[in-house]
């Protein structure tokens, strides 16, 4: 069984900042590319951020420049840091990794049960 924990999200004004982490944890062999996604009310879930295990990472344009994100491999941990927030920044925010469990054949897809970030004032 394997699990990815997030945690960070919460009411923050607009130019506010806010940092996401996810931790994953249970039988891990590896974990490869790990990213951020969000889903707004009445949209779809859209990308926000991918680090792959060597760091290269990539962002969405609605958020360049303005989130970072980095993992630490030893905690088997992704982080978003978030700042100059915008109303538009509002949603669900969901971690994602690949990951090669104990007993498996190949790579497998996990999410987070996801946090709310809300931007307002």
């Known amino acids: 069984q394997v699990q990815l924990v997030e945690s960070g999200g919460g009411l923050v004004q607009p130019g506010g900042s806010l940092r996401l982490s996810c931790a994953a944890s249970g039988s891990i062999i590896s974990i490869n590319t790990m990213g951020w996604y969000r889903q707004a009310p009445g949209k779809e879930r859209e990308l926000v951020a991918t680090i792959s295990r060597d760091r290269s990472t990539n962002y969405a344009d609605s958020v360049k420049g303005r989130f970072t994100i980095s993992r630490d491999n030893a905690k088997n941990t992704v982080y978003l840091q978030m700042a100059s927030l915008i109303p538009e920044d509002t949603a669900v925010y969901y971690c994602?990794?690949?990951?090669?469990?104990?007993?498996?054949?190949?790579?497998?897809?996990?999410w987070g049960q996801g946090t709310l970030v809300t931007v307002s004032s």
């Open positions: 994602n990794a690949w990951i090669w469990v104990t007993g498996a054949s190949n790579w497998r897809e996990v």
